[in-house]
């Protein structure tokens, strides 16, 4: 399996970016797709979950800002980011996972993309 992630950029705060993730090589629909980041100095954290049957979940820091999709005939997972902040400043994750419900640790994940550089300017 591989994941594909692009979408990143350079964007003013308020603006809005959509990151996309393209899952290659397996079955697409047995797995929760999540996207998490990680900002300079800091660790990798949780951002977003889709359940294999469309269901979201967010973390508190995005919730009613982002929005994770998916569509299971394109094998792709998005996240459209609205309302940026300096602070989502970070390279961004797409991650496929068949643990628990709803947040997967991070050595739960199965499968890590290669991350997309999100930058916020004021």
């Known amino acids: 399996v591989q994941l594909q992630a692009s979408g990143g950029g350079l964007v003013q705060a308020g603006g809005s970016l959509r990151l996309s993730c393209i899952f290659l090589?397996?079955?697409?629909?047995?797995?929760?797709m999540a996207w998490f980041r990680q900002a300079p100095g800091k660790e990798r954290e949780f951002v977003s979950i889709?359940?294999?049957?469309?269901?979201?979940y967010y973390s508190d820091s995005v919730k009613g800002r982002f929005a994770i999709s998916r569509d299971n005939a394109k094998n792709t997972v998005r996240l459209q980011m609205n309302s940026l902040q300096l602070d989502d400043t970070a390279i961004y994750y797409c991650?496929?996972?068949?643990?628990?419900?709803?947040?997967?640790?991070?050595?739960?994940?199965?499968?890590w993309g290669q991350g997309t550089l999100v930058t916020v300017s004021s």
């Open positions: 090589g397996g079955t697409f629909s047995m797995y929760r």
């Open positions: 991650a496929a996972t068949l643990s628990n419900w709803p947040i997967p640790a991070a050595n739960e994940v199965n499968y």
């Open positions: 889709i359940s294999e049957n469309g269901k979201p």
